[in-house]
């Protein structure tokens, strides 16, 4: 294929940096008192907006919307699990058939180079490369195109990392060192690839970001060390473009857990959710209570790391997962009478609440009719926004029906109902057999930082207005405005749109 001369897009190529979890409440104040010199840089020379997420700004469907234009109920993704009847089963190869954007501009002769991109296993055949990220099995899985990238990345950047899961770590000094150890080796990765292999459009994902500041939201000089560490890593890559067109974007933002709310409790309470019986509810109560204090003792003795690591090359990310979640949902929503229950949450992640009609004909054991869905939707809803938490104290909860968010031949995959309560500060367990409604904090995870809906895009380069204001960008707007940048037409079914007061 010829190619276009390596000047795409207005000033030269485009890097698109992907910050996971990069957020307007940290970035701004630690970029004004000159934390962050080079992104800095970057928001004076050019802009710096807030980016409206999925709902649920989860990393996917986020990432996967971002780098498609569309959403999720085209896509099929409302977070990194799906529902598998009652269950839950992790996501993958969620660009595939998708189209994204490495697919339109290679049909007009532009390369696009991929590193790191959550979703993007098992990676596909690209004029450009691939390598991919969170999901991956293993680094003997197949994770790069061409396939013998991998043996040549691994050998220049040795101890590289696909990614670093926070739950592997009770320990937070090793967890930290882990992460500032693979943000640096993603840094050189993308150094090197940037380096030997040309391309017009360069997606570059930083992942640590989000893991950290689940774990340590609550160390606040912490996190400024990290993201000090990771702006030198950013400020190298910059120079590389010095002259050429820059994105930072993120996936969602963050913020601090307030409480839980325990969504399958508060559906039992109100007639929706039926257990078997008392005896199963005490029962899986206990083990779950069992097993969270064996992985509590793990990690004391620290053990925790070196075990999950044998587990994960014994059996590979994906098949961790999904044992994981087999066992979760048996232990979380185990014990349910189905034939009893008319509505009811799954194991999906819990920064968001969902909750699914008992549906006959949609489920196993469903026993709502078509009719009686809606009415039932309508009610929980209702019942929803008037939640109170356990002190007297009214909360704000956005609730959704699933077509008033999404639109597309996934839609009916998606849960009936959506919603988050004050901003996406409380996190939504789906565990029975707990006995209360609320509890401080994340009990589980014992994670103090969580995803809200606000992510950030700052955009810097020939052609770019410097300060310009840009109102209601959402995270399906990057690809049409990244395609306008390389004049390329943008295709009817993108859901996003063109954002034009970017632009000189």
Known sequence: MNHPPLDGGRGGRVLVLGLDGASLNLLEPLSRRGI????????????????????????????????????????????????????????????????????????????????NLPGTYPPEEIDGFMVTGMLTPSKSSPSTYPPDLASTLYRRIPGYELDVPQWAYADEESFFEDICRSTELRGEAAEYLIDSIPCHLYI??????????????????????????????????????????????????????????????????????????????????????????????????KLLHPLASMLKEALGVDRLWRYLYAYLSKERIGGIDWRGTRAFSCVHTPHFGQIYINLRGRMEEGCVTEDERMRLIDMIIEELQSLVDDD?????????????????????????????????SYEVDAKVGVGRIFAQGAPWTRWTGTHTKTGILIARGPGIRRGCILPGARIIDVTPTLLHLFKVPIPEDIDGRVLTELFE
């Not at 807030?50 to 700004?57: F, G, W």
């Not at 340590?216 to 010095?242: A, C, N, Q, S, T």
């Open 36 to 115: 962050l010199p080079n992104i800095g840089r970057l928001i004076e020379e050019g802009c710096l907006s807030p980016l409206e997420s999925t709902i649920p700004p989860v990393t996917i469907p986020a990432w996967v919307s971002m780098f498609t234009g569309k959403n999720p109920g085209k896509l099929g993704f409302y977070d990194l699990l799906r529902r598998d009847g009652y269950g839950v089963r992790p996501n993958g190869g969620c660009f595939r058939g998708r189209n994204p954007i490495w697919r339109i501009l290679n049909a007009y002769g532009y390369r696009v180079g991929v590193l």
């Open 392 to 424: 007297g104290k009214p909360l704000k909860v956005e609730a959704y029906r699933a077509w008033e968010l999404y639109e597309g031949p996934y839609l009916e995959e998606a849960p009936d109902i959506i919603f988050l309560i004050e901003e996406g």
């Open 204 to 301: 570059i994902v930083f992942t640590e970001p989000d893991r950290i500041q689940h774990v340590l939201w609550h160390r606040p000089k912490r996190l400024e060390e990290y993201w000090m560490l990771l702006d030198e890593v950013v400020g190298r890559l910059i120079e590389l473009f010095r002259d050429e067109v820059i994105f930072i974007v993120s996936d969602h933002g963050f913020g601090p857990i307030k409480k839980t709310f325990y969504v399958n409790e508060w559906l039992m309470r109100r007639g929706l959710l039926r257990m078997e019986s008392r005896w199963s509810r005490r029962l899986l109560s206990g083990l779950g209570r069992m097993m969270e204090g064996l992985y509590r003792r793990l990690g004391e003795t």
